[in-house]
């Protein structure tokens, strides 16, 4: 983590507003000194819109809670990993007697797809064991799980709530949608194009699938958004890779997912430091780009502190200023 950016970022936003100075280091030979740049008032004024008291912070995140609760199920998850094709095929059946009570269905399936590179090893690491890529092999797991499950037409409205931001991303199939990841990321005042080209200037590549699971936000207008998809590896079969999923929302603000992959079933193994990644792209140029770290409380904490994968559940917002 970036603390010595974050370190009193909440704290010092209403300094901030007093003062209208941030200091911000100058880029030049002699690194003592620092350039005073004056806050834009667009971004004085955002500020000054969305802040919240604390009971209404607090009454939020109970209505997120008592929402997710309500739309938890215990399962039991049989994993059938497939290699056909050129493709490893994921089948994953959730069963259950909470499945009936809340979706009406007695067992929910779904399938994904990953597309094995030309040069990948015969071989693969597959939940700690080696998983041969010869065709037709077939590996299959069942454990107990937890999820959070609804319907296409029963999304969690977090515009009526009071949030800037969907605070998850859902995964989807057949009109069922499973709790995926939270959002860490969010941009005011830009488009699409622009921040994905922010980010390919670093050096990574657009990714769709089968090269990422789809996943969606929902939204106030378009019901559910597909992501766009970024990466610092196409596939993420033979490397780790970071990763950001990026919704383009109704409310013209765009938000993400940033995180790590694994190899090679890209399940998520961190979330902060990807974060800190991708924001630290856009914290070069105060004349175009205002990065406040952790900056967005969307109550989404994932895991446990010290302990990958976790979601501190403070979303970085990024300001495009300026013409």
């Not at 259950?96 to 693969?124: D, H, Q, S, T, Y």
């Amino acid at each position: 983590m970036k603390t010595s950016v974050k370190f009193g970022i909440g704290a010092m936003l209403a300094a901030i507003l007093l003062l209208n100075l941030v200091f911000v280091p100058a880029v030049c030979a002699d690194s003592s000194t620092s350039d005073k740049v004056q806050m834009p008032k667009e971004l004085k004024q955002w500020i000054m819109e969305t802040q919240k008291d604390e009971e209404t912070k607090l009454w939020m995140k109970e209505q997120t809670e008592q929402w997710m609760q309500n739309h938890t199920l215990n399962v039991t998850s049989t994993k059938t990993y497939t290699y056909k094709d050129g493709l490893i095929e994921i089948k994953e059946t959730y069963t259950g007697r909470e499945l009936k009570k809340n979706l009406g269905i007695n067992k929910f399936e779904k399938m994904e797809k990953l597309k094995v590179p030309e040069n990948a090893e015969k071989a693969l690491s597959l939940n700690g064991e080696t998983f041969a890529l010869t065709e037709g092999n077939q590996r299959i797991t069942v454990t107990e799980k937890t999820v959070v499950m609804t319907t296409e037409t029963d999304p969690f409205e977090w515009w009526d709530i009071g949030y800037e931001y969907p605070q998850y991303t859902w995964s989807e199939y057949y009109g069922v949608y499973t709790r995926a990841d939270p959002i860490n990321l969010a941009w005011e005042g830009t488009n699409m194009n622009t921040i994905k080209g922010k980010i390919l200037d670093e050096g990574w590549v657009s990714v769709a699938y089968p090269y990422e699971h789809n996943q969606y936000v929902s939204d106030p207008q378009y019901d559910w958004v597909l992501d766009e998809g970024v990466a610092d590896d196409k596939t993420g079969l033979l490397t780790e890779r970071y990763h950001v999923r990026l919704f383009d929302l109704s409310t013209q603000d765009i938000v993400g997912n940033a995180h790590r992959d694994s190899l090679p079933l890209h399940e998520v193994i961190e979330f902060e430091t990807a974060e800190d990644l991708v924001a630290g792209f856009f914290d070069n140029d105060v004349s175009n780009w205002w990065v406040l770290y952790d900056y967005e409380e969307l109550d989404n904490e994932e895991g446990t502190p010290n302990q990958e994968p976790f979601c501190d559940g403070e979303a970085t917002c990024i300001f495009k200023v300026g013409s």
